[in-house]
């Protein structure tokens, strides 16, 4: 049995666009213990991961905190069979270099094994897809991520909050300090859905809840605090369309293989996400104020057929 490892650090919206390829990584060492390396806030999305046996945490210190490069380095003194670095970035070029042992390396350092560079206008799974094909691994799933087994079964929750089927799930938030991802008019978009017999619905994170509660429609929080990934995937998976900014919920939705729509600002390229290759559609400004409540509800319906 050979022993894999996976690098996989962040961020959400990453991880589950690299989920195919691990999947393909998985089949391809069917018979190996599969590692994956990511940061502790990931900690539980990859434990819960089918592709994979174990998890290893790289607390992400500022690789001139000598000690713990030191204590990193321990860790990974084991020694691995391959490595699949799947965030290829400085850090983990610094990694190949410094803390592990060489041996057979997949990812974007100088003199790895199998090294290929991402141009910037690829999307992560269109370049993995060329990368394992590169390794002789079949990328069968890699352009096509299914994280279906993050869903948790929400019916209770649904019930409890008296959210009907039919219902439209709507991400009006982003990452902090990301303010320039927000759509403007999600609150005038709950009330047009409102308008037509469509409940709108919301699952805030505690950066998203201002947002949340200024939105006409059902807003779903836990006697104890936010849902989870897993309870908002749950969500998700039973909603009939999703309408999300560009941020880690709205890609959670897409790659569920749900109908939907994301709103893309000048930050980001649609096409650098993958989101082509889900069941979304997009919409795109250098300004998000420059997409109209028309033109999203337009979208909407059409996408849903009249």
Known sequence: MADILIIKLSALGDLVQADGAIRDIRNFHHDDHLTVMTTPPYRGYMHRCPWVDAVLIDPRAPRYHFLEMLS??????????????????????????????????????QGCEVFLKRPEDVCAADHFHNHLQLASIPPTHTRHSDVSWMADAVDDLLMEHGVEPGFVLLIPGASAGHAGKRWPCFAELAERL???????????????????????????????????????????????????NDTGPTHIAAHLGRPGLALFGGHTAPQTTGIQHTGFSWLEAHDLAEITLETVWRKFVNMRGG
Not at 72 to 84: P, Q
Not at 216 to 243: N, T, W
């Open 194 to 244: 409102r308008d037509h017999n469509i409940q709108p619905v919301t699952v805030p994170g505690p950066a998203d809840l201002a947002q949340c509660l200024a939105l006409p429609g059902k807003m779903l929080v836990s006697e104890d605090g936010y849902l989870d990934y897993f309870a908002l995937a749950g969500v998700a998976q039973r909603a009939a369309f999703v309408i999300g």
């Open 72 to 109: 990193l380095r321990g860790k990974l003194r084991r020694k691995f069979d391959r490595v699949y670095d799947l965030q290829q970035v400085g850090r983990t070029r610094f990694y190949y270099r410094y803390l592990f042992p060489r041996g057979w390396w997949l990812g974007d350092a």
